[in-house]
């Protein structure tokens, strides 16, 4: 149902564009988000938009991080800048209505020298 991709290695300070394509019109979700679990961590959010488009960020994401819908493309982006060691992770999108919940296979973000 989610397909995410995007990931990969960049060194601190760089940037990485995280995309989330659905297989079905992205309107249908009443919220969508993007959460990262690094090794030996809980799964946290990082940032999700609703279907008006209202978006939330978790303090580490704040100005650094953009989520934003491409309702014609059914996709999920995550505009992620300025990155730090401590944003390594799996980045997993997920979409949500009142009966469904979806989660992607994930992408692996690494930021490494």
């Known amino acids: 149902q989610l397909q995410a991709s995007g990931g990969g290695l960049v060194q601190p300070g760089g940037s990485l564009r995280l995309s989330c394509a659905a297989s079905r019109s992205i309107l249908s979700f009443s919220g969508m988000g993007w959460y990262r679990q690094a090794p030996g961590s809980q799964r946290e959010l990082v940032a999700l938009i609703t279907g008006g488009g209202a978006t939330t960020y978790a303090d580490s994401a704040k100005g650094r991080f953009t989520v934003s819908r491409d309702n014609a493309k059914n996709t999920l982006i995550l505009q992620a800048s300025t990155l730090k060691p401590e944003d390594t992770a799996v980045y997993y999108c997920?979409?949500?209505?009142?009966?469904?919940?979806?989660w992607g296979q994930g992408t692996q973000v690494t930021v490494s020298s």
């Open positions: 997920r979409a949500w209505s009142f009966n469904t919940d979806y």
